[in-house]
């Protein structure tokens, strides 16, 4: 299928810059999303539907806020299972419980279409360019069927295995994602107190062991009053780690390390920062810490 019709439902944060990213790509894309004004803003044609959706494309792409949201959109009347088509592909894209990952992907086959999950990584700024990184979980040939528009959107595509392993490894890769960003700003704002220069602390982590994604990509521009806003919130976060411990549990293993983030973003969601980007806890933290703010407010 050299030319696939593309179909995508979620046109938000994430859906809509990866959206905008096909069709910059040449692909004519049928959108759905509760925001009716969202297909056009994007570029995408609208549709009125799930049932359009699934009708006109013969790859639909999935980029929801959770599981609650995906099962719905997936088992509900309606739906997508009440409109899928033998040998259809659904990409899921939103980060997800790998268990109800893996029994949405049993439904799929009774139907003889594929389920395939695919975790992204890099946030609104990679997604903007199409240099997303996909970890991605399903049937080698679906994943084949994906991967021209794939390309679109994503400069790195790791397939992880069978079902339901990308969106494991998504939820590992978050996990880490929100230790080093709520334990960087906690750094960060003491080093404020401490009367530190925070570019030349910055400096100091980049080039030694307490170095991340956070010291290396979010707080250089944080510093500096540039929250980077347009990526994942803190209660968005806040599920991505409730998510990863309910993994570890289903595996056996523990999770001594989730009361840190969980704290964190908590917090933050506590504050009045949960419908904003998760680098806000920085704010938050120094909030309760003498209204602490890393940056001077320009004039």
Do not use: W
Request: charged content about 20%.
């Amino acid at each position: 299928m050299s030319n696939p019709r593309v179909g995508f439902i979620g046109l938000g944060n994430m859906g809509g810059r990866m959206t905008r990213c096909i069709v910059a790509g040449g692909v004519d894309v049928l959108g759905y999303d509760k925001d009716t004004e969202a297909a056009p803003r994007f570029g995408a044609t609208a549709s009125n539907s799930i049932r359009e959706v699934m009708e006109g494309s013969d790859i639909v792409l999935l980029s929801l806020p959770d599981s609650v949201v995906i099962e719905r959109v997936v088992e509900g009347e309606g739906g997508v299972l009440d409109h899928i088509r033998p040998g259809q592909v659904v990409a899921d894209m939103s980060t997800a419980s790998a268990a109800s990952t893996k029994r949405l992907a049993r439904l799929f086959t009774e139907k003889g279409a594929f389920l395939v999950d695919a975790g992204i990584s890099g946030g609104a700024a990679a997604a903007e360019k199409g240099a997303l990184t996909l970890m991605v979980g399903g049937e080698a040939d679906a994943i084949a069927r994906l991967q021209p528009v794939f390309s679109l959107i994503a400069t790195k595509v790791i397939i992880m295995g069978e079902s339901g392993a990308g969106h494991t490894a998504k939820l590992l890769n978050n996990f880490l994602n929100a230790v080093s960003l709520a334990a960087t700003a906690e750094v960060m704002v003491a080093g404020k107190k401490a009367g530190l220069d925070l570019h030349k602390l910055l400096e100091v982590l980049n080039a030694s062991s307490g170095v991340n994604f956070a010291t290396l990509n979010r707080f250089p521009k944080i510093v500096d009053g540039d929250y980077l806003e347009g990526g994942l919130t803190s209660k968005l976060m806040t599920k991505d780690v409730l998510l990863y411990c309910d993994l570890l549990h289903e595996l056996g293993v523990s999770s001594l390390n989730s009361a840190g983030p969980m704290a964190s973003f908590g917090l933050a969601t506590a504050l009045g920062y949960g419908d904003v980007i998760s680098n806000r806890v920085v704010d938050a933290i120094g909030d309760i810490s003498g209204g602490v703010r890393l940056h001077k407010k320009k004039d």
